[in-house]
């Protein structure tokens, strides 16, 4: 789902050539698009828009955004990530520090539509599911054939 402001952008046509069903809304947070299957949140914007349109207004939506979604990502686009956009970067990772807002820095609509993709399809229930047994198999794995491991069952098996 998307907010209307998405209908006619770039990233709403990527999605749509790669078949992608997209839905708007007037009812989400302007500039964001939400995966509502893996329940995660993207709120788009680019810096120059964060400077022209004034640094306060933009942390507004974004503590309101934060607030409704609690997988969310502020996706920040710079054709260039100079100075004035890590500064703008920091100060939004200074506000919303310990929240759980994640801010991806990103250069182009591809590389945009390619990370949201991803993470909406890692965040799926049968992916997330299938890459938490593969963690746990990883795990008993190096557990069973680790001689720190073992060395550590004999410590424990003579302090009995």
Partial sequence: MASRSRENHEISTVLQRQQHR????????????IFSLSGVAFILADTQDVVMRGEEQFLERIQKFINIHRNSFLVLSAALHGPQEWNIMFRIQRRFLGSNLRIIPVHNTA????????IA?????????????????????IMENSPVWKMLQEYQLHCN
């Fill in 111 to 118: 590389e945009t539509v390619k990370l949201m993709l991803t």
């Fill in 22 to 33: 997209v839905r708007y809304s007037e009812s989400v947070e302007i500039g964001s698009v």
């Fill in 121 to 141: 399809k890692m965040t799926s229930k049968p992916c997330a599911d299938d890459i938490r047994y593969k963690i746990a198999m990883t795990k008993a794995h």
